[in-house]
Structures are given as C-alpha cells and as structure tokens.
Nanobody, 120 residues
C-alpha cells in the first residue's frame, strides 16, 4: 500500500514563507512526476507546480518566482518552498504522484492535504 503524507502547512502572515513536504511510503519501485495542487474554498483544484523524476519543473503563472518545487528521490520526498505568500495562496495543498509498484505502472496517488492560511 502506498501513502502520500503532506506536512508543513499552517498560518502565516502575508509576505511570509512556508515549506511543505510530501513523503511517499509503501511498496514503491519508483516515482515518476510529482506535483503540488491546491484547492481554495469554492474553487476547483489547480496545479501549483510539478517536477519530473529527472528534475524538470513546471509552475502555475500565479506562483512563478515565489514558489520552488524540489524532490529527494532517495527519500521519496517532495518539497514546496513558498515565499512572498499572499492571501490568495490560502488553500488546502495536496501532493500528487505517479508511482510504479510491482503491480501497477504510474498509478496516480493523492495525499490528504495540508492547510495553508495566509492572513494578518
């Protein structure tokens, strides 16, 4: 059984920083593309940033220059460094990954989410 667990969310003032982590565990052979998504109240879930197994990154226009996605393949962990946070960044942030196990190729997994609140 594969699990994705996010951590690092919380309350931060506008202009502040947070670092989210996503740890994958279980019967993992390898992990393909990983990504962070977010869902604000009353809005659809949207892609924030993604990173391939080779380290190629992609960002939503709204976070370019403020957020940095990275991963540690040896630890099966992904990170999201969020700087210059704005109230509109408030959302539940979800980890997503395409994971190869002995049974399945590139099975899509989601974490349960971590809440980020940007408010003074």
């Amino acid at each position: 059984q594969v699990q994705l667990v996010e951590s690092g969310g919380g309350l931060v003032q506008p202009g502040g920083s947070l670092r989210l982590s996503c740890a994958a565990s279980g019967s993992i052979c390898s992990i393909n593309t990983m990504g962070w998504y977010r869902q604000a109240p009353g809005k659809q879930r949207e892609l924030v940033a993604s990173i391939t197994s080779g380290g190629r990154t992609n960002y939503a226009d709204s976070v370019k220059g403020r957020f940095t996605i990275s991963r540690d393949n040896a630890k099966n962990t992904m990170y999201l460094q969020m700087n210059s946070l704005k109230p509109e960044d408030t959302a539940v942030y979800y980890c997503n990954a395409g994971i190869n196990t002995r049974e399945y190729v590139n099975m899509n997994y989601w974490g349960k989410g971590t809440l980020v609140t940007v408010s003074s």
